[in-house]
Nanobody, 123 residues
C-alpha cells in the first residue's frame, strides 16, 4: 500500500511558477513509477506527466511540454512537478499517482492516487 500526499498548490498569476510536491509513504518508493494528473472544474482528469522509478526517464503531455518538468528524490520519497509560465488554463486540482514500475511510461495506469492540491492561475 502506498499513500500519497500532495502539497505546494496555491494561487499564482499567469506567467508565474509553482512547484508541487508529492510525498509517498512506504519503503518501496523507488520501485514505483510516478505520475501527475489534473482535473479542471467540469472536466475529466487529464494526464500531465510521468517519471520512471529511477528518475532517468520522463514523459509529459503536449499541453505542458516545455513548461512543466517532473523530478523525484528517492531518498526523500518525493516526486516534484515544477510548473513554469503558468496559464489560466492550467487551473485545476493536481493529483499525484503511483504504479509498480513498468517498461513503458505511457499510458500511465495508476495503482494509487493522492487527494489532490488546488492550483489556480489568475489572468
Amino acid at each position: 500500500q502506498v499513500q500519497l500526499v500532495e502539497s505546494g498548490g496555491g494561487l499564482v498569476q499567469a506567467g508565474g511558477s509553482l512547484r508541487l510536491s508529492c510525498a509517498a509513504s512506504g519503503r518501496t518508493f523507488s520501485s514505483y513509477d510516478m505520475g501527475w494528473f489534473r482535473q479542471a472544474p467540469g472536466k475529466e482528469r487529464d494526464f500531465v506527466g510521468t517519471i520512471n522509478w529511477s528518475g532517468g526517464s520522463t514523459y509529459v503531455g503536449n499541453s505542458v511540454k516545455g513548461r512543466f518538468t517532473i523530478s523525484r528524490d528517492n531518498a526523500k520519497n518525493t516526486v516534484y512537478l515544477q510548473m513554469n509560465r503558468l496559464k489560466p488554463e492550467d487551473t485545476a486540482v493536481y493529483y499525484c499517482a503511483a504504479r509498480r514500475s513498468r517498461v513503458h511510461l505511457y499510458p500511465f495506469e495508476a495503482d494509487y492516487w493522492g487527494q489532490g492540491t488546488q492550483v489556480t492561475v489568475s489572468s
